[in-house]
């Protein structure tokens, strides 16, 4: 499997389709002295935390080599970058901007409409400012109210420069992994802390989203949430009522506030101390117009009953896996927006992330990852065969450019289609980052002969 083919009729290969690469602020930017600390400076510092103990301070050196990075991106031929801004590199702690800080992206911007790419930005990738966290972080509703003092001087530096801002990488995770389970930064536990977080995340989303708009009134707004498709383990009540619970708490628990100004009915299974603390006006505030939803996609997941009428992850047996242990599952994808069309009344899609980590081998200069472009090729046929149903996907993003710092796992997971080799820093563009660039280019090749 060397290359990445869609059926020739596919909307996918007219050239209005956007195709991208992403990459977030903390995974590749290294050049720790250059901003304040952030909650993963300190989770990294803790022992235990990072299966490899590695950190954030180097990476893959990209604040350094970002010109390099640039020429990089634009070789592939893609039309759009996904990065994300670092909080604590542009903000100073008494709430002024950091000039220098700031300056970095206002250049990395430039050069990225000097090369036609559309720049897609997020606000916030998970690196909050320590000193943040320190009065509580997305604990204390204040964290809402400094991220929107942020979002409106990102918005003043680089204004509709940018083609679609986003407010929120996959609020999910922050709240979820990292306050109630404990595995991301800043690492608190307790349902309780984790559903307050959720609802301080998603109110900072309405409140910045004020900020964009009145700001950047030509580009597009949205947000970025992750879905894992939930399925019973059997076809019991027990385990199917396990699967929607699952999918209320994980999935629905983001989306549903923003569609439909309320908590999804699994809120009623919480204790009033678990439940989060909703202000009057908050919802209103969460759920104004957004112009697009970002989806991330990796794998579905199976869920069981157990005793405490909740669920359990099963985790998968004898099915094709990622490096991450995840299955490969192509067909949840289209399942998943497929169903998301058709129980909201969506925006317009784009697929923010999207990728596989594998077990790569440089071997004589080269990666030869059939086992990932494999993966593009079918969960590009699955994004195709969403669109055929319907669903209106303006969109993909790979996940991601390179290889980088893979959060709790620390360099141990490449998911780039660039390896980065972190002792030298030298990219080289793996087997699947030329299919994927030869795809992009082929639909280019398509629309100059006439064909679409
Ligand atoms: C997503 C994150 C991204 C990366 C991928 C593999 O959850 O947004 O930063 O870690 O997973």
């Not at 031929?77 to 996904?82: E, I, N, S, T």
């Not at 407010?167 to 349902?191: D, M, Q, R, W």
């Not at 559903?195 to 989203?209: C, I, S, T, V, Y």
Request: charged share 25%; glycine share 6%; proline share 4%.
């Amino acid at each position: 499997m060397h290359k990445i083919t869609l059926p020739a009729n596919s909307l996918m290969l007219s050239k209005d389709f956007v195709y991208g690469v992403a990459t977030s602020s903390f995974q590749i930017e290294g050049d720790r002295k250059g901003r304040l600390d952030c909650i993963w400076d300190t989770f990294c510092s803790q022992p235990g935390t990072i299966e490899d103990g590695s950190n954030g301070d180097i990476a893959c050196k990209h604040v350094e080599y970002y010109l390099q990075d640039v020429e990089l991106i634009s070789s592939l031929g893609v039309d759009a970058y996904r990065l994300s801004i670092s909080w604590p590199r542009v903000m100073n702690e008494d709430g002024s901007v950091n000039e220098l800080g700031m300056r970095f992206y206002i250049n990395l911007v430039d050069v990225l409409l000097q090369r036609k790419m559309k720049v897609f930005v997020t606000l916030y990738h998970w690196d909050l400012p320590q000193h943040l966290e320190d009065k509580g972080g997305w604990l204390n509703r204040d964290t809402a109210y400094a991220f929107q003092r942020y979002a409106a001087a990102v918005a003043n530096a680089l204004g509709d420069k940018v083609h679609a801002y986003a407010t929120l990488n996959e609020p999910f995770c922050s709240a979820y992994l990292g306050y109630e389970t404990g595995i991301h930064a800043p690492g608190k536990t307790g349902v309780g802390n984790g559903r307050k977080a959720a609802h301080h995340l998603l109110l900072a989303h309405g409140l910045a989203l004020q900020e964009l708009r009145q700001l950047c009134p030509n580009s597009q707004h949205g947000i970025v949430l992750n879905f894992s498709t939930c399925h019973a383990n059997t076809d019991t009540e027990q385990d199917k009522q396990a699967a929607k619970w699952a999918d209320e708490y994980h999935n629905q628990w983001y989306l549903k506030p923003l569609m439909d100004a309320c908590y999804p009915s699994v809120i009623e299974k919480l204790s009033n101390e678990e439940r989060p603390d909703i202000l009057e006006g908050d919802m209103e505030i969460i759920s104004q117009p957004i112009d697009y939803l970002g989806i991330n996609f990796y794998t579905r997941t199976v869920y069981e009953a157990n005793e405490k009428n909740w669920f359990n992850v099963v985790p998968p047996v004898d099915t094709p896996l990622t490096a991450m242990g995840w299955e490969i599952t192509p067909d949840a994808f289209t399942e998943l927006l497929v169903d998301l069309h058709n129980e909201y009344t969506l925006p317009p899609i784009y697929i923010t992330e999207n990728g596989a980590a594998m077990n790569d081998e440089l071997i004589d200069g080269e990666v030869k990852d059939d086992d990932r472009t494999e993966y593009f090729h079918t969960h590009l046929n699955a994004v195709n065969e969403a669109i055929e149903q319907g669903v209106d996907i303006k969109g993909y993003f790979a996940w991601s450019l390179m290889d980088n710092f893979e959060w709790a796992l620390g360099y141990s997971k490449r998911f780039g289609i660039v390896h980065v080799d972190y002792e030298t820093q030298k990219r080289t563009i793996k087997q699947s980052g030329n299919a994927y660039a030869e795809l992009v280019k082929s639909r280019i090749n398509r629309y100059i002969s006439g064909i679409k």
